[in-house]
């Protein structure tokens, strides 16, 4: 069993926080070689078994666009097999109607769409202008909500775009504020390439609620591009946020900006929570046991920190 860090803890952090489990989806879309479907259900069995929920599956994104998920239909096909109802209320991704169509033959429960904060990356990412990702957006969010289905918006380049730099906090706001309108349940903002800093983070947070948007409505998701991603959710559990995107082993990048490095590692976060006595209800041995295995598959160390700690 793994020794845990001495708790100290603060009455200003929330008492409790949900990890929102990317690995599967997020985490391997950058990987180059293929890899098996059996291999990406084990994983996401056995991180569900940790005690991670919600775990994002997977992207009913073009195979063009992101090879490594192409078998987006025989891995939620096989994850029913092995999970039954339960797979269906994993969360997928899906980029327009066609990834929705696909989601719904499944019987699927749970979908996210992915806007940008940045012209440039709404150009580059979703073949749209910035105003115009709003109409692509909306008959897909209309039809999954008439379906009672769960949507999460993610918004990409929250603090930095790697074409157009620093973005403004006045234009995150406004892109995040329409995806909510259009209906998202939560919205996810994303440090695409690693670049927030802990004020920035709290600038941002608080931008949002002078604009109406309750903590409880937001997530965050940061990349450990400059070592900075627990930084970051320190200020945000300092804020008041409650959801944490994280991938398992630190693995993750973005396909359509290469400057995005890994995800922050959901063993990093679990030491850092643990040390401060917030529950998230996950076992961060069988994380770290299953980012292990998985490291082996991939044919290199895991990234993060904690699992080199543990398992080294």
């Known amino acids: 069993m793994t020794d845990l860090p001495a708790v100290v803890r603060h ?3 929330p008492s409790r926080i949900t990890i929102y489990e990317v690995g599967a989806r997020d985490g391997l879309q950058n990987e180059k070689t293929a ?3 059996g ?3 084990e994983l996401i069995t ?3 078994d940790a005690g991670l929920s919600p775990v994002e599956a997977t992207s009913f994104v073009h195979p063009k666009w992101v090879p490594q998920l192409a078998d987006a239909k025989q891995l939620m096909e096989e994850l029913v097999d092995r999970l039954g109802d339960r797979a269906r209320e994993l969360p997928v991704l899906v980029p327009n109607e066609k990834g929705l169509d696909r989601a719904l033959e499944l019987g699927l429960s749970h979908i996210a769409i992915f806007g940008s904060a940045t012209e440039t990356f709404a150009n580059k990412n979703l073949n749209q202008t910035f105003d115009g990702q709003w109409a692509m957006f909306e008959p897909t969010m209309n039809r999954a909500k008439d379906a009672n289905m769960t949507v999460r918006g993610y918004l990409s380049m929250c603090f930095g775009d790697p074409w157009e730099g620093q973005v403004e906090i006045a234009k995150v706001v406004e892109a995040g ?3 909510l309108d259009l209906g998202a349940d939560q919205l996810s903002l994303g440090d695409t390439i690693g670049v927030a800093t802990a004020g920035h983070v709290k600038a941002l947070i608080r931008a949002f609620e002078e604009a109406g948007v309750t903590t409880d409505r937001l997530a965050l998701h940061f990349h450990d591009t400059y070592g900075q991603a627990l930084a970051n959710t320190l200020a945000g559990l ?12 630190g693995l993750g990048g973005c396909p359509y900006a290469k400057s995005a490095t890994g995800n922050l590692a959901t063993e990093d976060l679990i030491w850092m929570l643990d040390g401060l006595g ?3 209800g996950v076992d961060l041995d069988k994380v770290a046991d299953t980012s292990q295995w998985l490291a082996g598959h991939l044919g290199r160390p895991s990234p993060s920190a904690v699992v080199r700690a543990l398992r080294s």
């Open 11 to 13: 009455d200003d952090l």
């Open 238 to 249: 300092q804020c008041g946020v409650t959801t944490y995107d994280a991938s398992a082993g």
């Open 35 to 37: 890899i098996d479907t």
């Open 278 to 280: 917030i529950e998230h």
């Open 177 to 179: 504020k329409r995806l």
């Open 39 to 41: 291999v990406k259900a």
């Open 46 to 48: 056995r991180l569900l």
